[in-house]
């Protein structure tokens, strides 16, 4: 906007937990008052308040419509604080249309916590899966995770033994509700009855200012000029490797992403360049669109869509560059090919250079 190419905004870099936190849950006459770092405890990107309101088991928290899966099917959770477990389905299944034993963006409590808002709730209360083998049931250390500067929700996490207690007097355990969830696929949430949790959740958080970086190459259609099509790629990495670095002596040093994501960035300023020097043939106007925060949870991204530079309803499709390159005996791998039904014509019409070109329908991940 104006001179800048930079798009800025805050996120959370660290945060203190503050003294006034507290959790009762009454049931009728009975109180049960649970310990703040024993218990359970606010997570650093939480929203700070005060709520008393029922309980609603949410299975992993998910809406998945790719997979034919939502946790929140049937349900209404306005208001209220949903139990929602980590991870997600089937996660030991070779098989599972989960991508099997990977990870799917859907696994990330970033995500967890935005649809749990998105549907209304007050409250999302985190809880660890079934523990595998040699695992045990922790709470997270507080201020470890990197998220949004506030994800809009008060966001706590609780052991296991305390979620359960909540949900013993509906017959139900944390365990069988999961076995159930993975054996059927099918969503298993349910209103707990006759419960209130009160939650004071009190967290100060430490914020840096960081950018996306944006430019715009006018269209000269007078038709489609007014229809930008974005390309683009994410120029952050894992920082100094505090977190997620799969090489954990070397934290402190820059962990520099050829892959993930200088691969994507540089095709992203070639393409400006070429588009550039090539303007006057260009019938739709292209936004180019360098954002950060993605490996800290899509946060880049998901602040473009919300301040975006050019209007999202003349937005008419993005182009994602997410790990370009790599290609072995001339098979390149194209994600995200269901997310629009003209995609796939397209994609088969742009080969012409002799490469294998196999696609994958979903649009989660790069």
Do not use: C
């Not at 003294?19 to 109180?31: D, F, H, I, M, P």
Request: charged letters at 25%.
């Amino acid at each position: 906007a104006g001179k800048s190419y930079f798009q800025k905004f805050r996120v959370t870099v660290g945060a203190e937990l503050g003294k006034q936190n507290s959790a009762t849950l009454v049931r009728g006459a009975e109180k049960l008052a649970f310990k703040v770092s024993t218990d359970w405890q606010p997570l650093n990107f939480s929203d700070s308040g005060e709520a008393g309101t029922a309980l609603a088991f949410a299975g992993f928290g998910i809406t998945a419509p790719e997979f034919q899966y939502d946790d929140y099917l049937h349900m209404d959770v306005t208001g209220k604080a949903v139990i929602v477990m980590r991870q997600e389905p089937q996660k030991d299944d070779e098989k599972s249309k989960f991508d099997g034993k990977t990870p799917t963006q859907h696994s990330q409590i970033v995500n967890k916590a935005i649809n749990a808002r998105n549907h209304g709730a007050k409250v999302m209360v985190l809880v660890n899966d079934l523990p595998g083998q040699g695992e045990e049931d922790f709470l997270m250390k507080f201020g470890s995770l990197t998220g949004p500067e506030n994800a809009g929700i008060l966001l706590v996490q609780a052991k296991r033994e305390v979620v359960d207690k909540w949900l013993a007097p509906s017959g139900k355990t944390l365990a069988q509700l999961q076995k159930e969830i993975d054996e059927k696929l099918a969503s298993q949430s349910y209103y707990v009855p006759d419960a209130r949790l009160d939650l004071r959740v009190d967290v100060r958080r430490i914020t840096a200012e960081t950018q996306n970086v944006v430019g715009v190459l006018r269209g000269r259609d007078p038709n489609l000029a007014g229809e930008a099509v974005v390309i683009g790629a994410h120029y952050d990495h894992l920082g100094l490797g505090e977190r997620n670095s799969l090489a954990p002596s070397q934290a402190g040093k820059v962990h520099a992403g050829a892959d993930d994501n200088a691969s994507g960035t540089s095709v992203l300023l070639e393409l400006a360049r070429a588009l550039g020097e090539r303007k006057r043939d260009l019938r739709r106007s292209i936004v180019f669109l360098a954002f950060t925060g993605e490996e800290l949870g899509l946060l880049g991204s998901a602040y473009y869509t919300k301040n975006p530079e050019w209007p999202l309803e003349k937005t008419a499709a993005m182009i994602n560059l997410d790990m370009v390159g790599r290609p072995k005996d001339g098979k390149l791998i194209i994600g995200g090919i269901g997310s629009s039904p003209g995609f796939k014509e397209i994609v088969e019409k742009a080969n012409r250079t002799g490469l294998q070109v196999a696609t994958t329908a979903g649009a989660f991940g790069g």
